[in-house]
């Protein structure tokens, strides 16, 4: 069964960084490129990042390109996300999601984590 | 970026009867869309992809159709635990975008 846990969210100050992870579990984790996808309270969904399965390639939408740094490490499984510069409008609860097919990001979201909150106010 | 707009944004249905929402996109994207399911205070969950495929345990009540710029999700049968906001996502082109949702509500 696959499985995302997410953590590291929190109440953080404006211009602050956070770094938020993810623990995969229930496939070869390797194999797949992974994303943060965020939902801001009672609204829709924005994908945040993605990564290639080695960690050379990675993607980001224009709101989050040179503040937000998506990264993995293969032996641990393991998926992250560092948030810097935060701002007031980053405030939602961030997603860990497993592209559906491998070894290419050109395709849907198979698998969500539970999701970590994230705040930013002073 | 490629523009998702999802109709209606809010529909209210009675156990049993069939339920559609449709999804235009800004441009064409070729059969490139995900629809996913949100229960209240859950994460989203994979319902269909490549438009018409059905992903590994969702019910068959769920359908989808459509190309071009055009899509549509099918719920036949409403069952209470279809009670959830629905999102289109489109994949064919950077930056992948989603839909604003749909939540559907038992009437």
């Known amino acids: 069964e696959v499985q995302l846990v997410e953590s590291g969210g929190g109440l953080v100050q404006p211009g602050r960084s956070l770094k938020l992870s993810c623990a995969a579990s229930g496939f070869t984790f390797s194999n797949y490129y992974m994303a943060w996808v965020r939902q801001a309270p009672k609204k829709g969904l924005e994908w945040v990042a993605t990564?290639?399965?080695?960690?050379?390639?990675?993607y980001y939408p224009d709101s989050v390109k040179g503040r937000f740094t998506i990264s993995r490490d293969n032996a641990k499984s393991s998926l992250y996300l560092q948030m810097n510069s935060l701002k007031s409008e980053d405030t939602a609860t961030y997603y860990c999601a497993r592209h559906g097919v491998s070894n290419s990001p050109w395709n849907w979201f198979a698998y969500w984590g539970q999701g970590t909150l994230v705040t930013v106010s002073s | 970026d490629i523009q998702m707009t999802q109709s209606p944004a809010s529909l209210s249905a009675s156990l049993g009867e069939t339920v559609t929402i449709e999804c235009r996109a800004s441009?064409?994207?070729?059969?490139?869309l995900a629809w996913y399911q949100q229960k209240p205070g859950k994460s989203p969950q994979l319902l269909i992809y490549n438009a018409n495929s059905l992903h590994t345990g969702v019910p068959s009540r769920f359908s989808g159709s459509g190309s071009g710029t055009q899509y549509s999700l099918k719920i036949n049968s409403l069952q209470s635990e279809d009670v959830a906001s629905y999102f289109c996502q489109q994949y064919y082109d950077y930056p992948w975008t989603f839909g604003g949702g749909t939540k559907l509500e038992l009437k």
């Open positions: 441009e064409d994207i070729y059969n490139g």
């Open positions: 990564i290639s399965t080695s960690g050379s390639r990675t």
